[in-house]
C-alpha cells in the first residue's frame, strides 16, 4: 500500500520498517529538544500556545491531551526556530482519524517571521499526507536541501475536507550541530572617555544569522 508521495521527490515509509531497534526510535526523533520552544510560531491555532505541545518526545505522541486546532480555516503554519543547525531527514505527522487529519504539507526553510502571505512562494519541498493515527508514517526530505537548517516553516495547506485542522504530533528526525556563526559583540563606551584612555564595558554577545 502506498504511502503517499512527495513532489518532486521523497516519499514515505513507516517508522517501524526503520532500520533503529524500538528502543533508539525515540532517539531518533529527538529533535524536538534543539527546537527555541519560546520563539516557536504557531500562526491560525485556535488555543495560543498549543502549538508547541505537539514537538514533544516519541514516545508521548499518543497522549491526545495536547493538540492543535486551527481556528479560522484549515491552515496552520508552524515557524520552527532551532538552537543550532539541523540536517533534517524525516517528519512524522500524526492527526484524527476524520477529515482534520492534514493531507498536504509544504516545507520551507531559513525564513524566519513568515507569514501566510510568503506561502505563495515555492517550497522547498511539498507532501501529500496519509491518515497517520499511530505516529508511524515518516516522510522522508530531501537532505541535500535541509542540510543547514537554523529554522524550519512548516505549512499545512489542506486537510481531508473537515473545516478545521488538528496535528497531535510532529516528529522530526535528524543530526543537530552547534551553530557556526560570527559573534557581534555590543560594546558600551564613556561618553566623556578619552578615546586613547576609554574603558570598553563587554555586555552578554548577541548573535546574528548570516545567511
Known sequence: MSHGHS?????????????????????????????????????????????????????????RSKFVESDADEELLFNIPFTGNVKLKGIIIMGEDDDSHPSEMRLYKN?????????????????????????????????????????????????????????????????WTELRRHEVTICNYEASANPADHKVHQVTPQTHFIS
Open 7 to 63: 513532489h518532486g521527490g521523497g516519499g514515505c515509509r513507516c517508522a517501524a520498517e526503520r532500520e533503529e531497534p524500538p528502543e533508539q526510535r525515540g532517539l531518533a526523533y529527538g529533535l524536538y529538544l534543539r527546537i527555541d520552544l519560546e520563539r516557536l510560531q504557531c500562526l491560525n491555532e485556535s488555543r495560543e500556545g498549543s502549538g508547541r505541545g505537539v514537538f514533544k518526545p516519541w514516545e508521548e505522541r499518543t497522549d
Open 111 to 175: 525564513i524566519p517571521q513568515m507569514s501566510f502571505d510568503d506561502t505563495d512562494r515555492e517550497p522547498d519541498q511539498t507532501f501529500s499526507l496519509n491518515r497517520d493515527l499511530t505516529g508511524e508514517l515518516e516522510y522522508a526530505t530531501k537532505i541535500s536541501r535541509f542540510s543547514n537548517v537554523y529554522h524550519l516553516s512548516i505549512h499545512i495547506s489542506k486537510n481531508f475536507g473537515a473545516d478545521t485542522t488538528k496535528v497531535f504530533y510532529i516528529g522530526l528526525r535528524g543530526e
